[in-house]
């Protein structure tokens, strides 16, 4: 036997209208008769039709994120936290990943727009910064949010953290362990996140009176290969520094694994600290000291804009705090 919303409206004593109302999300209920309808809802294990609500409101409940980006752990905590933002208001989350190094993926976006009447997108770096991506949207009126772009995108709000402050933050974290000698592992030049962090290492280093060599610095891409890589270069020359700052925490676990191969113990011999706290952060042993970046409340703030897009807001950017978060893997350099 189906259960419809007739069921439920009879269960509850309130008019199908109004249980309509409450699967919607919508503020003209009580919370007292809201509870009332979620209650018999759940006694009959009532579960809304989706394309019913969409033809019946004009909206789809359907939300989606747009990605091309390497790191994996990143990605999933934006998507774990637009998932939560989207249960919480009756949406699912539609997750399609890109790889903008094939000249077809602007047809991909094309023809997830064309088949699925989306109520909006997530944008997560450096998708975000992809102007044809931008345009697209605009040209077909479908509601965007992204996620830490290198630039404003006028009326559009924005959600970031302030990554060059966090990058600034812990390499004074290193430079007061005693560490002088100091590599830096950049992030993938696509990503505006990347210039960011490596500015707030410059900055930290040039108000601290100390020179960066720029042979320990080294461009990666955001992957673990990259920052094996990256490192391999850093510490096999000729001189080699008594810590390492990488971009984020795959390319600091690739880092610690190279120094393994290479003979060198971590934190003893050189000591490594990554950014963003995924959970490769703390199964990799030792674990990393690294920068806490609030990547699934920006998945969750993000997704809660576009909920709410047709509400104005007075705010053009949306900067959540970060955590220096300190580690095994980075102690005082041996004397």
């Not at 008769?33 to 909206?59: C, F, H, I, M, W």
């Not at 393994?260 to 490594?272: H, K, M």
């Not at 959540?320 to 893997?329: I, K």
Request: hydrophobic fraction near 40%; proline fraction near 6%.
């Amino acid at each position: 036997m189906t259960i419809t919303i007739t069921d439920v409206a009879r269960r509850a004593g309130v008019s199908m209208k109004t249980v309509s109302r409450v699967m919607n999300n919508e503020n003209s209920v009580s919370e007292k008769t809201r509870q009332k309808v979620k209650d018999a809802a759940r006694e009959l294990n009532y579960t809304p039709n989706l394309a019913a609500r969409g033809l019946a409101s004009s909206k789809s409940y359907l939300i989606a994120m747009l990605y091309d980006i390497p790191s994996p752990g990143y990605t999933i905590d934006i998507q774990k936290g637009a998932t939560r933002a989207c249960r919480e208001h009756g949406y699912h989350l539609i997750v399609e990943p890109l790889d903008v190094s094939q000249p077809d993926f602007m047809d991909h976006i094309e023809n997830l727009l064309g088949h699925l009447r989306v109520d909006g997108v997530i944008l997560a770096p450096p998708l975000c910064d992809r102007p044809e991506v931008v345009q697209l949207l605009s040209r077909r009126n479908v509601s965007y949010i992204p996620i830490a772009p290198s630039s404003h995108h006028g009326d559009i709000p924005v959600v970031k953290m302030d990554d060059e402050r966090a990058a600034r933050e812990m390499t004074h974290h290193i430079i007061g362990l005693g560490h002088k000698d100091i590599g830096f592992i950049k992030g993938h030049p696509r990503h505006s996140a990347s210039a960011l962090r490596y500015q707030g290492f410059r900055e930290a280093m040039r108000s601290s009176g100390l020179r960066i060599n720029p042979d320990w610095v080294v461009e990666g891409e955001f992957t673990y290969r990259s920052g094996a890589e990256a490192g391999r270069r850093i510490l096999e020359g000729a001189e080699r520094p008594t810590a390492i700052f990488a971009s984020n925490d795959d390319m600091a676990a690739g880092v610690v694994s190279i120094a393994a191969r290479l003979g060198l113990s971590v934190p003893e011999d050189i000591s490594v600290c990554g950014f963003d706290d995924t959970p490769l952060a703390s199964s990799v042993w030792p674990q990393l000291t690294t920068i806490r970046q609030p990547v699934r409340d920006m998945g969750f703030k993000a997704a809660e804009l576009l909920l709410k897009a047709r509400e104005e807001h007075n705010i053009s950017a949306f900067v959540l705090d970060h955590e220096l978060v300190a580690r095994e893997s980075c102690v005082a350099p041996k004397e």
